[in-house]
Each structure stands twice: as structure tokens, then as C-alpha cells.
């Protein structure tokens, strides 16, 4: 038996990936190697080893040790998308939250025993680290609330239902394992309105959503509900999010709603954006995922953004 450590799993494995890639993001947005050592905490030779990996080298080691190469990509363009506004420190406690996040849910196991084949075949020791799991899953909210809050032009996003955005515990089986906004989003005088603070069982509607999503794909947590006009598509379209379409509806029963969105997350887990039609009573709304609740704030803005 080994006492090989899924920290140090991580931290040899999956933290020098990250990091190369965004290291060579940031060097590509105009960022000096000294800059980025400052950013990283290491010094500028390492910076340049890190550059100098080409993109092809860093999926090859992520294929060897099996991890998802996607996953990969979108931490690291959020770390990036974070710096690029000013926000290191709520990127590197994005960073850390993601990755107590992965370990605690026991996702990265297959891929530690691919290494260390000695580890038990039951281990389940990483599973200690979901205590406290709940504040991490309300402070990923809270830091997504905080960006949402400091970028107005998600105001041409905010439906007249109003906005909401939810994430839930890894294995969650109900909505009180969820998290949400119980009051909503909502834009008054051109500023974004947080109605109350994020608290468990804050959104049934997203609740159910997003607990039926994650039968199908489990790594995505997180949605939030926005609006939909042709603009929105068409920025949707422009940015290369995959999307599919449903309804429109013939009720104004909200579970007809859930189960064509899951329908189409069950045909094609991959999709970033399920834009329901509505219906009847129904206004359409675009639902929009992600890993947490920071990575769909962050895919809002690009579409908020590339509509201003």
C-alpha cells in the first residue's frame, strides 16, 4: 500500500498543467514572464519552462494521467479571465476551491491509482475534505455574485422574472443541496441588484434543474437564467458556446420546461446552453452551465460583452 497523497497527486500532476497554460495565456495578453512569476508565486525561469511547453505537450501529459482535457482548458480560462480584471486573489481562491472540490468528490481517484496502482482499490481518504464543503459551494456564489455585481452590462441579460443562479454540492441529490439566490437578480438604475445573499434551497426551479442536469453531467454544478432574444443567440453563436434549442411549450407547467432541457442535456452532456422557447404564461428563458457558479458569471459576461 502507498501513502501517496492526493494533494501531491495534484500538485505534481494536474497545478504544473494549469499553470503552463495559464502562464502561456497570459504571456499571449501582452503579460511579461516577471509579471506572471509575480502572479504564479514562482520565479521567472520556471515561468519559462512553463511557456515554452507547446499546447499539443500539455494534452499529451493530461491524456497520459487521463485527465479531462476540457476541464483543464476551462479552469484555466478562468484563472486567466479573473487576472486579465484585476481579481488574483479571487483567482487563486478560485483555483483552490476547484481543486478541494474535485479531490473531496473523489473524481480524480481513477487517475491517482493510474500512477500509484498501490493505493487501495476502497480508498476514499480525499472524502474528508467535503467538511466545510457547504461554505465552498456558498463562497463560489458569493464570489460569482461579486463579479456579476461589477459588470453592469449584464443588465441586457436580466429577464423579467429576473435573474438567478444556483450551484450545487458534488452528489447532490435535491434541491437542499443546492444553493441560490432566494430573491434574485435584478438592475435597478442601471446598477445590479443582489436581492438577498446566497443561502441552500434558494431556487427550487434551478434547484430541480440543475439536480436533473447532473445525472448526465456531473461535473457541471452550476446554472444560472438568463434571458433570450435573438441578440443573445447571436452572441451565443459568435462565441462558439454550444447551444440547442427547446420548446416552445404548450402549458405554463415549469416541470415541462425541466424535462426538455434535461432531455437535451441527456442527448448531448457537452452543451454549455439550453435556451428554452416558453410557452403559454412561460417567458423563454436561456439557462446557461458550468463547472461552479464562477464559471457561469464568467461565460455570462463574455455573452453580456459581446452584446454591449
Known sequence: MSISTGFEFVSENILP?????????????????????????ITQPAVNRYVSKSYDELLRRAETIGIDKNWLYRVADNI???????????????????????LGSLRLCEYHRRLVPSLPINCNVCSILLTGVSDS???????????????PEIQALIPRVLMNIVEARPGATNENDVAGIPGRIDVHGGKVIIRSRPIYGGSRHL??????????NPKYRSVASIK??????????????RYTKVGP????????VINAVVNSISSDPSLDVVIDLGGYALEPITYVFGLDAVDVALKIIRIASKIS
Not at 18 to 34: C, P, T
Not at 89 to 101: D, F, G, K, Q, S
Not at 233 to 241: K, R
Open 207 to 216: 434547484g430541480k434543474l440543475i439536480i436533473n442536469c447532473m445525472k448526465w
Open 137 to 151: 459551494v456558498i463562497n463560489n456564489l458569493e464570489r460569482a455574485i461579486s463579479i456579476l455585481e461589477s459588470h
Open 228 to 241: 433570450y432574444d435573438s441578440d443573445v443567440e447571436h452572441a451565443i453563436s459568435e462565441l462558439g458556446i
Open 17 to 41: 498543467i494549469i499553470r503552463s497554460l495559464v502562464a502561456k495565456r497570459l504571456l499571449e495578453n501582452g503579460y511579461s514572464q516577471l509579471r506572471i512569476a509575480r502572479i504564479l508565486g
Open 80 to 102: 486567466v479571465d479573473l487576472v486579465l480584471n484585476g481579481k488574483e486573489y479571487e483567482a487563486l481562491e478560485y483555483l483552490t476551491n476547484t481543486i478541494v472540490m474535485e
Open 249 to 256: 411549450h404548450e402549458s405554463s407547467n415549469e416541470d415541462d
